[in-house]
């Protein structure tokens, strides 16, 4: 999990993200593999494991009394199976874990290629208590006007803008201007 913290560093929240431990190349980063699970099919029962390790960690922190909201990269591949909805369901009724704990992260580029069948999906796992934020934002579409048309609780600016943010090429205006 990498922590996410307020302004004054008081933990809010967490992100699951998921690193493979090769037993020859030691621990492989995401930009090594995630692309190629993409491209063969694997993403969706990857993506579903994440979910479902998460959404039990969810479960056992909230007995717990420690209630913590995490959010899961969810690929364009899984989002757009014809079961994604009904999967979410049952991960989250198996494990037993509260809803309003999961922030699901979508990218940009997914929300563009199937606007309606997207707030569809979102809207009715909105209804159960999720939470959406979109992941990467600036490197795709990036229109505000398009954009308030989805259910977003949160907007992630794309990395390329805040490594920038020093260096004077204008990011500071454009992250400005967004928040």
């Known amino acids: 999990l990498q922590s996410q913290v307020d302004g004054e560093g008081k933990l809010v929240g967490a992100e699951a993200l ?5 037993p020859q190349r030691g621990l492989v980063m995401p930009a090594n593999f995630i692309s190629l699970a993409e491209e ?12 479902r390790e998460t959404c039990m960690l969810i479960a056992r922190l909230d007995a ?3 209630g913590l909201r995490i959010a899961v990269n969810v690929s364009p591949r899984q989002f757009h199976q014809p079961d994604f909805v009904q999967r979410i369901k049952e991960i989250l009724g198996a494990t037993g874990a509260d809803p309003n704990y999961l922030t699901l992260e979508i990218t940009e580029n997914l929300l563009v290629e199937h606007a309606s069948e997207s707030v569809a999906r979102m809207t009715e796992l909105g209804a159960l208590g999720l939470r959406f934020s979109i992941d990467d934002f600036g490197t795709g579409y990036s229109s505000l006007s398009y954009l308030q048309r989805f259910p977003f609780d949160k907007i992630k600016i794309d990395r390329s803008f805040v490594n920038e943010l020093t260096r004077g090429t204008g990011s500071a ?3 400005k201007a967004v928040v």
């Open 64 to 66: 717990e009394g420690r």
């Open 173 to 175: 205006s454009i992250i």
């Open 40 to 51: 063969t099919g694997l993403i969706v029962p990857l993506g579903e494991w994440v979910l």
């Open 18 to 22: 998921v690193r493979w431990r090769h």
